[in-house]
């Protein structure tokens, strides 16, 4: 079975010991291991969280009824230096007696998935078996570049539709991206007829969802994004600038079999146990808010929009070419 490199990297991490000895030491374990799973892959979760958050609105004003646009959402997330290394708290497991014995060691500035290409092993020697046994590599990114097609259709009273869709297999593997958004022109309710307001209001909320499935059908990872947003503008026949802002959550959940090695208490010293666990892992991106401005010009039926999205950890850049029929 084929996976990613990202679902390699982080079942590194995961190694809950099954030791009948030491049932205290397994949960210890568990615990262990879920905080580096968390501390390495959290750039991960928060940068896919904020790119999918991304782009959602590009104006307070809604089509007319049936009329569309469809546009290429080019997305570019910053990661933070903060996020690049962590201090991770390991555990080092070795047989005395026949017994487990465990003991906590620090690896300071280890590389998290998007922090430099340096793999931190674990000091260990004879039985002693580290858990996990290395501080994989990073990826050494600054930036992570996302990019999301989307078709917006005008309902009645000012609503708008908007959905997003990508389907993927590659390698027996298939990746399935939808979201779908709404968004509400407030001046076009009917009871704001006869109200005048200089510019444009909306409130937009979408939900979408992500998973990827093995070659035989098995949800390997999933995700599930919120967002909320209240948008305004103004229309200036050719130029249009926009501010909003926005609340969100992340959730994303892993599921696999993991295969990993403990001491053999029964052996010579050296020896291992091969094990497998099956894992369920639940995750939730540091997303939770943002700040947007923007503007969108508008050359006939085509338009070019730009906006920068102030969030509390990654800031990101939005570009979208598409073609409108209001």
């Not at 099954?18 to 501390?39: F, G, H, M, N, T």
């Not at 570019?76 to 007696?97: E, G, H, N, R, W």
């Not at 510019?199 to 990827?212: R, S």
């Amino acid at each position: 079975m084929k996976i990613t490199k990202f679902l390699v990297l982080t079942m590194l991490f995961f190694s809950p010991l099954k030791a009948q000895e030491e049932e205290p030491l397994a949960e210890k374990i568990k615990k262990v291991s879920l905080r580096l799973l968390e501390d390495y892959t959290q750039p991960l979760i928060t940068s896919f969280g904020t790119g999918v958050s991304t782009g959602l609105f590009h104006s307070a004003k809604s089509h007319n009824f049936l009329g569309f646009d469809i546009g290429l959402r080019g997305m570019y997330i910053t990661i933070p230096d903060f996020a690049k290394t962590f201090d991770a708290k390991v555990l080092v497991c070795s047989l005395q007696s026949g017994k487990y014995e465990y003991d906590s060691l620090v690896i300071e500035d280890a590389s998290t998935i998007f922090g430099p290409k340096v793999r931190k092993y674990v000091p260990v020697s004879g039985n002693t078996v580290g858990i996990p046994p290395y501080i994989p590599e990073g990826f050494d990114r600054t930036g992570v570049p996302f990019f999301m097609p989307q078709l917006n259709v005008g309902l009645i009273f000012g609503s708008e539709l908007a959905v997003r869709y990508i389907p993927v297999t590659f390698h027996g593997s298939s990746v399935h991206f939808l979201g779908l958004g709404i968004k509400q022109n407030l001046n076009k309710l009917p009871f704001m007829k006869n109200v005048f307001l200089p510019i444009d209001f909306a409130l937009g909320g979408a939900i979408q969802n992500f998973y990827i499935m093995d070659s035989l059908r098995n949800t390997i990872l999933s995700s599930r994004t919120w967002n909320l947003q209240i948008l305004a503008s103004k229309d200036l026949i050719v130029f249009e600038p926009m501010i909003g802002f926005g609340l969100e959550g992340t959730d994303v959940h892993f599921e696999y079999d993991f295969e990993y090695e403990v001491p053999d208490p029964n052996g010579e010293p050296g020896d291992r146990i091969k094990r497998t666990d099956h894992i369920n892992v639940n995750m939730s991106a540091q997303n939770n808010n943002r700040l947007i401005a923007g503007f969108t010009l508008k050359l006939a039926i085509l338009y070019i929009h730009y906006d920068y999205n102030l969030t509390p950890h990654y800031k990101t850049h939005n570009g979208i070419i598409g073609f409108t029929i209001r």
